[in-house]
T-cell receptor
Framework: AQSVTQLGSHVSVSEGALVLLRCNYS??????LFWYVQYPNQGLQLLLK??????LVKGINGFEAEFKKSETSFHLTKPSAHMSDAAEYFC????????????FGTGTRLTIIP | ETGVTQSPTHLIKTRGQQVTLRCSSQ?????VSWYQQALGQGPQFIFQ???????GRGNFPPRFSGLQFPNYSSELNVNALELDDSALYLC????????????FGAGTRLSVL
């Protein structure tokens, strides 16, 4: 069984400040890990993915995440927040074989303070 | 190359009715997955279709059913609608090589009154 825990349902940061959104996973098999972003009244957009290659993954819009097996974490960061980053962010896990369903966390709503 | 498209955008039904939601997968993608996202929650996996066959199912009752067509488009059918079925229904497609990487449509928002 796989699961994802996102710490902090709401995170607020000032424009230009560091963004850090936390994700911890549980998986009995080597995981694939994903971050998706959802803007109001829209679907999910893939930000970045970890699929067992480099542990530091760079995504779109200046975001990156680091896979840390020892900590079972896959935290999302961005050095400098922009107003357009305000959205809901979801961490997800899947396995690398069999049914490739995604198991999502409950999401973190990111607010940017001008 | 077109992305994943879903129709309709919004839908209002009453309890006990039946609904059909539609999804066109991204070009070249033969796997379609459906998710239910209740308000304030993360998406929950309903089922997945691969080459017109169901390829895994989440914890949803049999009144949730689906189809995949030869062109890889898909339908989600829900019978005997309940109030708790009110949610955003998301369709995602993936290609034969990178099955784990799923690309989502904008969703269909279903309201059950």
């Amino acid at each position: 069984a796989q699961s994802v825990t996102q710490l902090g349902s709401h995170v607020s940061v000032s424009e230009g400040a560091l963004v850090l959104l936390r994700c911890n996973y549980s998986s009995s098999v080597p995981p694939y890990l994903f971050w998706y972003v959802q803007y109001p009244n829209q679907g999910l957009q893939l930000l970045l993915k970890y699929t067992s290659a480099a542990t530091l993954v760079k995504g779109i819009n200046g975001f990156e995440a680091e896979f840390k097996k020892s900590e079972t974490s896959f935290h999302l960061t961005k050095p400098s927040a922009h107003m357009s980053d305000a959205a809901e962010y979801f961490c997800a896990v899947s396995s690398n074989f069999g049914n490739e369903k995604l198991t999502f966390g409950t999401g973190t709503r990111l607010t940017i303070i001008p | 190359e077109t992305g994943v498209t879903q129709s309709p955008t919004h839908l209002i039904k009453t309890r006990g009715q039946q609904v059909t939601l539609r999804c066109s997968s991204q070009s070249g993608h033969n796997t379609v997955s459906w998710y239910q996202q209740a308000l304030g929650q993360g998406p929950q996996f309903i089922f997945q279709y691969y080459r017109e066959e169901e390829n895994g199912r989440g914890n949803f009752p049999p009144r949730f059913s689906g189809l995949q067509f030869p062109n890889y488009s898909s339908e989600l059918n829900v019978n005997a609608l309940e109030l708790d079925d009110s949610a955003l229904y998301l369709c995602a497609s993936s290609d034969p090589i990178a099955k784990n990487i799923q690309y989502f449509g904008a969703g269909t928002r279903l309201s059950v009154l």
